[in-house]
């Protein structure tokens, strides 16, 4: 958990830093956008083809090699010093998302591994807390150091970040790992050798079920509301509510504080709330603050307000990535976990990319506010999704039991 608190860290670093520095450098939303288009599209071309891989290749070594990838590959951000290059920080982006379609899958289906089963509920809703941690931490560090460092700060401190996750991987014995080790080079050529076969079932595994399509129809719709969120939210902060970087930092790590009390509910929750309640009562209540959010500076021009619901909305996200991840971890087969969590993210990016491209150019035709708004919305239709489509009961772990519908 360690490793992944202080990744995770860094990405927050990152996230923050390169968004806020991109509106900032151009003054474009839509330049914004296409930043946020550089990270999504790697997941929509690769997403479901990683998990291919993932699955075949020993999880613990993964998560160590692209942890250190990810560092390295910081390096040229140094370079991005003005408008005119402005490309360096889509092609960096590009690349760590690139990595990012391996370690996702890998560290998705390396906790199965390592924790029994009945305790998934218990330990997703941990991550999540941690995660709530990286938040707060991360985003206020990122708008800091971009503000005092620039955006060379962040990519040092954002690869020191990875590194030190990797060495952290490296004190995980291998034998707690129960999956067969294999040597890579073999197990490379083998996935290319069955690689289209083995992506084709995954993907169809992942939609002949009525519940794990309900986890796809979720990725696909809220997807659309991240990525225009994503593309907007450093616009939405210094022009709509007229905030500076190192206040947009604070602001996105603020969610976190929410995040961290509803992270600590869950983990008392999550033995005895189904979790697709989790995932749908969450994603409701969580798009209902955020429509509040968005657009309560129609008609009052303070920033207070904003601090107070992000914070809110963690309570509710908390809940959110708590369910989603215990059924992505449960529902469905082993053999195709790795392609189900890369079918997710192929879903969740190809509509973020199209979500942040078209945000930012309809932004800077319509106005910020109407755009992010879109994300609200949308959590509360995939909400409803998921409480319509997935039977509610649950095992004393958590997992979940197949509806008389299942198999379509």
């Not at 991109?22 to 330049?31: D, E, H, K, M, N």
Request: hydrophobic share 55%; net charge positive; charged share 10%.
């Amino acid at each position: 958990m360690a490793a992944g608190l202080i990744s995770q860290i860094g990405d927050w670093i990152l996230i923050v830093g390169v968004v806020y520095y991109t509106f900032a450098l151009t003054g474009s939303a839509l330049a914004t956008g296409l930043t946020l288009a550089s990270s999504y599209f790697p997941g929509l071309v690769l997403g479901s083809i990683a998990g291919v891989f993932v699955d075949r290749w020993p999880k613990r070594t993964t998560l160590i090699v692209v942890n250190m990838l990810l560092g390295i590959g910081l390096a040229p951000l140094v370079l991005a010093t003005s408008a005119e290059r402005v490309w360096i920080v889509y092609a960096v982006v590009l690349a760590e998302s690139c990595l990012e379609q391996f370690f996702l899958p890998a560290q998705g289906a390396f906790l199965p591994l390592v924790v029994p089963r009945d305790s998934l509920p218990s330990a997703n809703a941990a991550f999540g807390t941690a995660r709530q941690v990286a938040r707060l931490g991360g985003s206020a560090a990122g708008g800091l150091i971009l503000f005092s460092l620039g955006i060379a700060g962040i990519a040092l401190i954002d690869a020191l970040s990875f590194f030190i996750a990797g060495g952290l991987m490296l004190l995980v014995p291998r034998d707690v790992v129960r999956a067969k080790a294999q040597a890579t080079a073999k197990l490379v050529a083998d996935a290319w050798s069955r690689f289209t076969k083995e992506w084709v079932d995954g993907l169809r595994t992942s939609w002949q079920s009525t519940s794990t399509r309900a986890l796809l129809l979720f990725s696909l719709i809220t997807g659309l509301g991240e990525g225009t969120v994503g593309a907007l939210f450093a616009p939405f902060f210094s022009s709509v509510l007229g905030g500076n970087a190192a206040e947009f930092g604070f602001f996105i790590g603020v969610q976190g504080i929410g995040g961290i009390a509803g992270g600590a509910a869950a983990v008392g929750l999550a033995h005895r709330v189904p979790a697709a309640l989790l995932v749908g009562a969450g994603a409701i209540v969580f798009g209902a603050i955020d429509l509040l959010l968005f657009t309560y500076p129609l008609v009052f021009s303070i920033l207070w307000p904003a601090f107070l619901l992000i914070a809110a909305v963690g309570l509710p996200g908390a809940a959110v990535l708590a369910g989603f991840a215990t059924l992505q971890q449960t529902l469905g087969d082993d053999r195709y976990r790795g392609r189900l969590i890369g079918a997710l993210v192929a879903t969740t990016s190809a509509t973020s990319l199209i979500g942040s491209v078209a945000a930012g150019g309809l932004a800077d035709r319509i106005g910020v506010v109407p755009v992010i708004a879109v994300q609200g919305l949308g959590y509360v239709v995939a909400g409803t999704v998921v409480l319509s489509m997935i039977n509610r009961r649950t095992t004393r772990g958590g997992a979940i039991q197949a509806s008389s519908n299942e198999a379509s």
